[in-house]
Nanobody
């Protein structure tokens, strides 16, 4: 059974950076498509980025283009979300999720979820 654990969140000033990690156990993450989602206070959870099993990347949130990137480290069985130039509107709980299917911005496409990591962007 695949298990996912996010880490790397925290409090950062506007313009700052964070690298979020999604560490997997129970199975190799290489056979899964992995997506990052986020849920801001009072808002629905939204898809942010996705990386396929082959390494293709999709961005679902226009607001993060040019600022967020997704990558894999197979040796560490981990997927990363690198964030730069953070804005207050990036404040949210960030979740990683995995599926055996193709990338999707829809939560229902993903079978495995982490518990989330809080990112707060504030001065």
């Amino acid at each position: 059974q695949l298990q996912l654990v996010e880490s790397g969140g925290g409090l950062v000033q506007p313009g700052g950076s964070l690298r979020l990690s999604c560490a997997a156990s129970g199975s190799t993450l290489d056979v899964y498509t992995v997506g990052w989602f986020r849920q801001a206070p009072g808002k629905e959870r939204e898809g942010v980025l996705c990386i396929s099993k082959s390494g293709s990347r999709l961005i679902y949130a226009d607001s993060v283009k040019g600022r967020f990137t997704i990558s894999r480290d197979s040796a560490k069985n981990t997927v990363y979300l690198q964030t730069v130039s953070l804005k207050p509107e990036d404040t949210a709980v960030y979740y990683c999720a995995a599926t055996t299917f193709v990338c999707s911005a829809y939560e229902s496409a993903y079978s495995y979820w982490g518990q989330g990591t809080q990112v707060t962007v504030s001065s």
